[in-house]
């Protein structure tokens, strides 16, 4: 086994491998860039080194120099994690290279599967079932179009050497077709540096899964059952679960069986995955084989009790496997949800800043075999702490959240009291939206498919609405308990009034009015007090009074209105409230009497950038007339593109920024003119 070993990745995964290096007696170095100089896996490994800027080409990407940093650090090895260079080829060989050894497959495993294209083409010599499609090597635009109308529509566009669920685009139609491809391309050729693309008849209601699979360097390969990612967002992952609901024995033997023999169709050792989809009806295709270990890796760890990180290790130092197929079985059920920092409500844009509080669920980081089944079953694998930054140049990950149940009910129960204890304040993350989706009938049910989403937009995205009585409750209970703390100047003289922050008035009684903007407009409540009594009685909102009380408890604080009792977390952000409570999280903007206003209003009419990112294609020229809809230009941010498109019809004025440029949220882009502002502009100068 090693000794030392050098993590060429930042975040929860290196973090993670970090956790089984230490477990097993292996030293660990960390490496980061600017960016990452304060990072949760800098301090959490044995050492660290720096490897350039922040952005992932200065730094992450810097084969060579990662190389010189292990050899001159003494570490034996160096593991990928995932994403950055864990699947290229020439970083595997340069590895070897050097004599040190890459934790992860041989390097023509890495290039037999690197390409979309080629892959399928080895695995229809091994028999595996692939969906119909194109995997050619002529990237003719005219063929590509003749080939997806011989297919029919709708087809998947996807990019040859992709993956992560970047370049892929779903065509409905012929009149689509040219646009797609370029889009593709475009982003292709960004994100991997190839745009060759497939083409592939697009499945109506899949399922994503998924086959974990296991081989040494004696020729024992195995898989460790199946993974159901079928719930995505723009063909990315948003939870996953192990075992498939569903699976019967006979398929999960044939999916298996089918994984396996696609990786000893390459010679594969180590840690891969072999992605299947799979109709409603039980028939399955092969998408791709990512030879490295997935980020959703951990809800197979729960139900098999193995750490695949382990694996991986004794694997790579050439030991055999530490079970054989007969050996493995499946305990209880587990569910992942990927907590991004991202807007759900804004097309799920990624968001930036600083994770100014930060609260989680009782969790371990990490769980094996009976671990997973203590009283909590939680688990968070996480690279970042209360403190720490959101930036612009990587994925924009806070978390994995995962829980283990004797069954998927029990998982189900568990993961929705996880994500109802988990409160991010600083930046929009996906949170609410995940505890919607726990709790919708379609999850819930297990009626899955990659469209789940965007068949249930009305119960994931509801319309917006009032908050309620109980979270203004909440709101105005921490109020008033932060204003007895302030207020309580002089605890000597406890007969002093100006010590006391209750609702006492001389002679009457009083009434309190509390203002506040939530995102569905102005709240107002009434709070009073009966005469001679310093405690508020009865809160009145939306014309309604109730009966009111509240206290602080360790977990938060319990109010009582009218019938109803409610706990929740309650945290100030400035004048943002972020009321934290079983159903979710809202955040209403306290209006102080005595200064803050609230009721600022930004500039209207103007194209802002709705994140921070890059220019990468712009599609109006200035004096062009656009219809509403169209698209003006494109962006690039966290890996995702996002075009900027018309809000109304008009003349584009100025374009204030370039392709290739770097632009911070909020920036305008350009300025486009309203018919009427362009008349009246035109007879301005004529006069």
């Keep these: 086994m090693f000794n030392k070993i050098l993590i060429a990745n930042r975040g929860e995964i290196a973090c993670r491998v970090a956790a089984t290096c230490r477990r097993l007696g292996i030293r660990t170095v960390a490496v980061y860039s600017d960016a990452d100089a304060d990072a949760r896996h800098v301090a959490f490994c044995d050492e660290a080194v720096h490897i350039g800027g922040p952005a992932a080409r200065d730094s992450y990407l810097r084969a060579d120099h990662i190389i010189e940093m292990a050899k001159e650090t003494g570490a034996q090895a160096i593991h990928p994690g995932y994403g950055f260079l864990s699947e290229n080829e020439d970083f595997a060989r340069a590895c070897a290279e050097a004599g040190l050894v890459f934790i992860g497959p041989p390097a023509d495993a890495i290039h037999a599967m690197g390409s979309k294209s080629a892959a399928k083409q080895l695995m229809e010599k091994a028999a595996v079932p692939l969906v119909p499609g194109y995997h050619g090597e002529d990237q003719d635009a005219a063929l590509l179009r003749r080939e997806a109308d011989r297919i029919g529509y709708p087809v998947l566009l996807k990019a040859s050497a992709g993956g992560g669920g970047k370049g892929m685009r779903v ?113 399955f295709y092969f998408m791709e084989m990512n030879t490295r270990l997935q980020v959703e890796h951990p809800v197979t760890e729960m139900i098999t009790g193995q750490d695949l990180v382990e694996w991986q290790l004794r694997v790579a130092a050439g030991e055999p496997l530490p079970l054989t197929q007969d050996q493995l079985r499946i305990d209880g059920h587990a569910l992942e949800a990927r907590i991004y920092a991202e807007n759900p409500d804004k097309g799920f844009l990624p968001s930036t800043g600083t994770l100014r509080f930060l609260r989680t669920p009782p969790a371990v980081q990490f769980m094996r075999g009976g671990d997973a089944h203590g009283p909590a079953g939680v688990r968070i694998d996480a690279g970042v702490r209360e403190g720490d930054a959101i930036s612009p140049f990587y994925d924009p990950m806070i978390a994995k959240l995962i829980v283990w149940g004797r069954d998927r009910d029990e998982a189900l129960s ?209 004096g062009s007339k656009v219809a509403r809809g169209a698209p003006l230009l494109v962006m690039e941010a966290m890996k995702m593109e996002h075009t900027i498109t018309a809000p109304t019809d008009g003349t584009v004025g100025e374009i204030l920024y370039g392709i290739g440029e770097q632009v911070a949220e909020g920036a305008q882009l350009l300025s486009l003119l309203l018919n009427e502002q362009l008349t009246f502009q035109q007879g301005e100068a004529a006069a």
């Design 171 to 283: 065509v409905e139609a012929g009149d689509g077709f040219e646009a797609a491809l370029a889009s593709v391309k475009r982003e292709a050729s960004a994100s991997f540096g190839d745009d060759k693309v497939l083409v592939e008849k697009y499945l109506t209601r899949p399922r994503h899964i998924e086959i974990q699979v296991f081989a040494d360097t004696q020729g024992n390969c195995v898989y460790l059952f199946e993974r159901d990612c079928s719930v995505q967002r723009r063909h990315q992952k948003v939870l996953e679960e192990a075992p498939a609901p569903g699976m019967t024995e006979d398929r999960r033997r044939a999916m298996g069986e089918a994984a396996v023999a696609a990786a000893r169709a390459v010679g594969y050792v180590g840690a891969g995955t072999v992605e299947f989809i799979a109709n409603q009806d039980g028939s």
């Design 414 to 622: 568990r993961m929705a009291q996880a994500l109802a204890g988990y409160h991010v304040v600083g930046l929009s993350t996906n949170v609410a939206f995940l505890q919607r989706l726990v709790k919708s009938d379609a999850f819930r049910t297990a009626d899955l498919d990659t469209g789940l989403i965007e068949r249930n937009q009305a119960t994931l995205f509801p319309a917006l609405n009032p908050p309620s009585p109980e979270v203004v409750a909440l709101a105005a209970s921490a109020l008033l308990n932060r204003e007895s703390i302030e207020r309580r100047v002089d605890d000597a003289d406890r007969c002093s009034p100006w010590t006391r922050a209750g609702a006492w008035r001389l002679n009457a009684a009083t009434t309190r009015l509390m203002r506040f903007e939530s995102s569905n407009g102005p709240v107002q409540i009434a709070l009073k007090s009966a005469f001679g009594r310093e405690s508020v009685e009865t809160l009145t909102y939306n014309g309604q009074t109730e009966p009111f009380t509240w206290s602080i408890e360790s977990t938060g604080i319990q109010v009582k209105l009218g019938g109803r009792q409610v706990r929740g977390q309650v945290y100030f952000d400035g004048a943002d409230i972020h009321v934290f409570y079983a159903e979710g999280h809202d955040i209403l903007q306290w209006i102080d009497p005595l200064g803050h206003s609230g009721d600022a209003e930004g500039e209207g009419g103007k194209l802002t950038a709705p994140m921070p990112g890059k220019v990468i294609a712009v599609m109006a020229a200035p």
